[in-house]
């Protein structure tokens, strides 16, 4: 079985829909500004109370963890 150079992006099949419901749900307090770009991004709690969730929001929200801590490795 031969694994795709870019599986994460064959992964996320809907971009930007995670980021559209902590909006929808949470609000701007929700995110939080990166100190290196000053980009918003998910607070990590808020993250890890969507991946006890089932279905696809709990899925996006644990793939969205892991991507996190595969950014920290470099």
Request: no cysteine.
């Amino acid at each position: 079985m031969a694994r795709s150079e870019y599986w994460i992006q064959e992964a996320i099949e809907r971009p930007g829909s995670l980021r559209a419901y902590v909006r929808r749900k949470y609000g701007e307090r929700g995110f939080t500004r990166s100190p290196k770009t000053g980009r918003k991004i998910i607070r990590k709690e808020v993250l890890q109370r969507l991946s006890k969730k089932k279905g696809t929001i709990g899925r996006k929200a644990r793939l969205a963890l892991t991507l996190r801590k595969l950014r920290r490795r470099r």
